[in-house]
């Protein structure tokens, strides 16, 4: 079978982790080498490669050799493939079917669409436990698929794919914690009720940027609707009455309620929302009793964040300061990673945002710009100049 025309993941692979542009590679696995054969590239026979690759907008088209593949891949967990050219399910399944670790996939803004993804293709994806498909306008017969053939799929980000409906499969998946399915057209709560059937061990919902203008649900029958849930997000939704707002005590988990931009909250000045919100206090004393006096709370923007530093094999949590700008960061981290800042691309990855690692490309801007917060990770690659 031919293969499309274009640059293939193992030529741009290649091309961007060569010994040349990535000398430094240190720790085990870090430096793959593969005994050359006389029909062998010399740039092919050694590759320093980290275990997450970040491979997007590359204009990949196809997954090339396999074997190839196979070699220098095989310690990899995270792969972004993003915004790629990749429009055959089979030419992924050929990469992915030879990434053994691969916990983290970002196909986002790839024509996914012009293929049919079928079971055996599907069933590469098995260990894969965080999924991003924005923008791929993956059909919820795709979707369907990689939960029967991903048991262990825990995130998954269909943002951007133009839903208007929700389609459930046959069998539902309990593995899912956590789906960010922004920026769509879901305005009915017959369709978002759907999403509590098919994932019931949901703990996050990111419903933000559609357009649903109420919950219209029995009070008694919510409960039971996503029985797990402790945070959602409804920003920019239309939700337009408080009894939507209180219909949401009945989730028996919820804990956090993200709400800004919503058209009940327009017609309000930032003091009257405050007062609103005071208004409610009564009946939360009725549900929780009668709080203890509260302690001074500091309402400054977080000065400081712990996050978790990944150079090759290592990983170090440190607490790093967010005034200070991307230079000062690689200053900071040239101790613990031991290269020149000339040397270092730094990633930033929120567990939250649909579209994967953000690479801090200017060195002038300040971390806090990034909205790095507790928990983050920022992930440093070497290069010379």
């Known amino acids: 079978m031919d293969q499309p025309s ?8 290649c091309e961007k982790y060569s010994p040349e542009n990535f000398p430094y590679r240190r720790g085990p696995g870090m430096g ?12 092919k026979d050694r590759l320093n490669l980290p275990s997450v690759l970040v491979l997007n907008s590359c204009g990949i088209t196809c997954a090339g050799d396999e074997t190839e593949i196979a070699a220098f891949c095989a310690h990899v967990s995270e792969l972004d493939l993003s915004d790629n050219k990749l429009e055959d399910w089979h030419e992924v399944s050929k990469i992915v079917s030879n990434v053994p670790q691969l916990e983290f996939l970002n196909l986002s803004s790839n024509p996914l669409n012009l293929s049919v993804l079928e079971r055996t293709c599907a069933g590469s994806f098995s260990g894969v436990r965080k999924l991003v498909l924005n923008n791929s306008k993956a059909s919820w017969e795709t979707v369907h698929t990689i939960l029967q053939e991903l048991p262990d799929l825990e995130e998954l ?26 920026d769509n057209n879901l305005q009915d709560w017959t369709e978002i009720r759907k999403l509590g059937a098919m994932f019931p061990s949901l703990d996050t919902l990111v419903l933000a940027n559609n357009h649903l203008n109420a919950i219209e649900e029995p009070d008694d029958s919510l409960a039971g609707l996503f029985p797990n849930l402790r945070s959602i997000s409804l920003h920019k939704s239309g939700l337009q009455s408080w009894e939507d707002i209180d219909k949401l005590n009945s989730f028996p988990k919820l804990e956090e309620v993200r709400l800004l931009g919503i058209p009940l909250l327009q017609p309000y000045t930032t003091e009257e929302r405050r007062k609103l919100v ?46 200070q700008t991307v230079a000062e960061l690689k200053k900071q981290l040239k101790t613990l990673v031991q290269l020149p800042t000339s040397s270092m691309l ?40």
Do not use: W
């Open 346 to 385: 730094l990633y930033h990855f929120d567990h939250e945002a649909p579209f994967g690692p953000e690479e801090m490309k200017y060195s002038s801007r300040a971390l806090h710009s990034f909205g790095i917060r507790d928990g983050d990770k920022i992930y440093v690659e070497s290069k010379t100049k």
């Open 32 to 43: 793959v080498h593969v005994p050359a054969t006389p029909q062998g590239s010399p740039m």
């Open 278 to 323: 005071i208004a409610r206090y009564h009946e939360l004393i009725t549900k929780y009793g009668k709080l203890e006096p509260l302690a001074e709370v500091d309402l400054r923007p977080q000065s400081s964040a712990k996050v978790e530093v990944h150079f090759n094999d290592q990983v170090e949590e440190m607490s790093i300061r967010l005034d």
């Open 157 to 182: 980000f269909l943002c951007l794919n133009d839903y208007e409906t929700v389609s459930c499969p046959s069998i539902c998946c309990h593995s899912l914690k956590l789906l960010h399915i922004t």
């Open 6 to 13: 274009g640059r293939s993941f193992m030529q741009v692979l």
